[in-house]
Each structure stands twice: as structure tokens, then as C-alpha cells.
């Protein structure tokens, strides 16, 4: 149900077709993001359940993943079948991958 933050960047390094949501806020999101990412914030999933592919592979990403893994849960129930959350979340992908993302 989770997909470290190397497992995600070698994915998007291999040109993996992956469908990136941010569930975060938007003054979080301007703050910091993954390029690749369409925000969609946990409030707002449940009205834009549309504008996701049930049969895409998505992975979810919040502040430190506690958000994501709501979204990836409630998005198993409607149906969605390849969904996962960024374990640490947009924190640990500045830790791990990109140490020159802005952190907060």
C-alpha cells in the first residue's frame, strides 16, 4: 500500500506511466511539490473522483504521509486497484531524494 520514496523516483527515472496526486493544501503544495504532480486536495478527492483513472497506477503524497494513506484507502473502496502513498511523504522525499526542496 506504500511506495518508498527510491521506489517512486526510480519509477518516474524509468518513465513509468504514473498518475502523482498531491492531497495537500495548496499554500503547502506552493511551498513544495513533485514536478509530475496535480494537486488535489484530501478535501476536495471526493468531487474529483472523475478526473482519476480506477485502472492508472496513482500514488499519493502529503506532508508525511498520514493524508495520503486516508486517500489511498478511501480510493481502494470506490474501486481503484494500483494505489499507494509515498511512505514520509513530500518530507522524506526532500530527505532522501531532493535535499534542495523547500522543507516546513
Known amino acids: 500500500m506504500e511506495i518508498t520514496p527510491q521506489e517512486l523516483k526510480t519509477k518516474l527515472d524509468h518513465g513509468d506511466k504514473i ?45 508525511h504521509g498520514m493524508r495520503s494513506m486516508q486517500a489511498a484507502l478511501w480510493l481502494q473502496q470506490k474501486g481503484f486497484k494500483n494505489v499507494k502513498s509515498l511512505m514520509g511523504g513530500i518530507d522524506a522525499w526532500a530527505e532522501e531524494i531532493d535535499p534542495s526542496m523547500g522543507r516546513y
Open 19 to 63: 498518475t502523482v496526486i498531491d492531497v495537500r493544501q495548496p499554500n503547502e503544495h506552493a511551498i513544495c511539490r513533485l514536478k509530475e504532480a496535480k494537486l488535489i486536495s484530501l478535501p476536495e478527492l471526493p468531487n474529483r473522483l472523475g478526473e482519476l483513472n480506477p485502472e492508472d497506477s496513482i500514488v499519493l503524497y502529503c506532508h
